[in-house]
């Protein structure tokens, strides 16, 4: 499954690394790029000096297309949800390792990119602040993608529900997630505050969908429901290991979805291919990537609730 997402992930995603405001890189070489920022946290309970480190796929790398930059295979973006939330706290410094195409592998093993490394190499002992957005393309995001959106046809609700909750596939990647956090614990700072994000919907998890909008995308209905299925699989997976391991979990917003007019997500398939001049479709847009930023920052600093 993992191969399709990674086929598709460029001409999907659209991301830039660039500097936070006010910044210097400091560093990079290996797939990634680390930011120097203005040597004061404003984390809560963080100490002087605290790393925050991005991690994640595309849903965590996308942004704006018009500022990707060349050469950059994994296709980070100066807007994308890393640099979102730097700006916001502007910790001592900051490393975006989210790439497009991840997978859980991708975190702790090396991947077949050329001039990456694991997304783990960018924590250390100063590292007290990590999110992380992961856990769709290991979960087939790739196969609903193609089969439900990309080039609808009749194996969406297969695809959809090939790993529910309960099933050897969900099981496996629950238990490598679980283990992932693990890892990324004993190679940070013993302080470190991990935040386990979940994806912005495409669609309303429940409801009418707006058919007038899946008409213009040339989206059958039913593939929402079947979309709606793996989501809130893949919801639940990333909830339960937050749970397991102690760590925040960041619900995203649930408004503003691909059919609203000011989407936090954009939609595409086969009509809009040629609509999408800013973000393409079935990824954050810059917009969303700014309010779920917001949205952990707030829970960071304790003034929104839980999910």
């Not at 991005?54 to 807007?79: H, I, V």
């Not at 490598?176 to 470190?192: E, F, G, H, L, R």
């Not at 059958?220 to 639940?236: A, F, G, L």
């Not at 397991?244 to 691909?258: E, F, K, S």
Request: charged residues 20%; neutral net charge; contains cysteine.
């Amino acid at each position: 499954m993992s191969w399709i997402r990674r086929a598709i992930a460029m001409p999907l995603v659209a991301c830039l690394v660039l500097a936070v405001a006010g910044s210097t890189a400091i560093g990079g070489g290996s797939g990634y790029t680390h930011y120097q920022s203005n040597a004061v946290s404003y984390i809560p309970d963080l100490p002087g000096g605290a790393q925050y480190v991005a991690m994640g796929d595309s849903y965590a790398a996308s942004g704006t297309q018009a500022k990707m930059q060349p050469m950059d295979l994994c296709a980070r973006n100066g807007d994308d949800l890393g640099h979102v939330l730097a700006q916001r706290l502007q910790p001592y410094s900051f490393t975006d390792r989210a790439c497009s195409g991840a997978t859980l592998d991708d975190l702790t093993q090396p991947s077949p990119k050329p001039n990456t490394s694991p997304q783990i190499y960018g924590v250390g002992p100063f590292t007290r602040l990590v999110t992380i957005l992961i856990g769709a393309n290991s979960i087939g995001f790739g196969n609903i993608v193609v089969h439900c959106f990309g080039d609808p046809d009749d194996r969406c609700g297969a695809v959809a529900t090939q790993d529910l909750p309960g099933s050897q596939g969900w099981n496996f990647v629950r238990a490598q997630y679980a283990a992932t956090v693990d890892a990324i614990k004993k190679a940070a700072a013993p302080d470190v505050r991990i935040v386990l994000v979940g994806y912005l919907p495409l669609f309303s998890v429940d409801g009418p969908p707006d058919r007038a909008c899946l008409d213009r995308a040339g989206i059958p209905e039913r593939n929402v429901e079947h979309w709606r299925t793996w989501y809130r699989s893949v919801d639940r997976l990333i909830r339960e290991v937050a749970a397991d391991r102690g760590v925040m979990y960041v619900q995203p917003p649930l408004d503003h979805t691909a059919c609203d007019p000011d989407p936090y997500a954009r939609l595409g398939g086969p009509k809009l291919k040629a609509q999408e001049p800013e973000a393409n479709g079935l990824h954050p847009t810059a917009a969303g990537q700014r309010a779920l930023g917001n949205l952990i920052e707030d829970r960071l600093r304790g003034t929104a609730p839980p999910a």
